[in-house]
């Protein structure tokens, strides 16, 4: 595919779109293209065995929706900072170990958003102040009950299942 034309239809606080015409096959295509910066997310694990995640209302799915903390990486920030960063605005911890599980693209259709999926671990207290218009819930869960809460598919959040699948299936065996 060839891009042979790009237009700026809407710029927001967060995100851009853009229509791209493409040539493809001899067929020229047209997609709508989400330009989103890279975001981090982690799933704090405390030493008791227990997952602290977070409730927020979610506006475009019109209800709260139970997730780990994440964020966007700000212009110039490493995401290992950014992921620390957010511990401490949305949970008001942070760790002493930080965990990569990977980076993924979450809707490579139509979107650039790359999201960076780390553990957290060692965890003590130290806050920053959380993003306004935040109205977050702090919520504790041992792991054996978020491991059946996500077998019985109640964690919608993409993010958060992904890290919740990695951490239960190869990182927590691999470190016995």
Not at 30 to 50: G, H, M, W, Y
């Amino acid at each position: 595919m060839k891009v042979i034309k790009r237009e700026l239809k809407y710029e927001g606080i967060i995100f851009e779109i853009w229509r791209e015409t493409y040539i493809s096959k001899n067929l020229q295509l047209q997609r709508e293209i989400v330009k989103f910066p890279e975001t981090c997310a982690v799933l704090p694990i405390t030493n008791d065995s227990k997952a602290i995640l977070i409730t927020q209302f979610r506006p475009p799915v019109k209800k709260e929706i139970l997730e780990i903390p994440a964020g966007k990486i700000d212009f110039g920030e490493k995401p290992e900072e950014a992921a620390v960063r957010e511990l401490q605005e949305e949970i008001k911890m942070r760790p002493n170990k930080l965990v990569k599980l990977g980076s993924f693209y979450l809707t490579p259709g139509y979107s650039t958003e790359k999201i960076h999926l780390f553990l957290g671990l060692d965890l003590e207290e130290s806050s920053l102040p959380h993003d306004i218009g935040e109205d977050i819930k702090i919520i504790e869960l041992p792991l054996e009950d978020l491991k059946m809460m996500l077998y019985r598919g109640e964690v919608e959040d993409a993010k958060t299942a992904l890290a919740l699948f990695y951490f239960f299936n190869y990182y927590d065996k691999c470190k016995r």
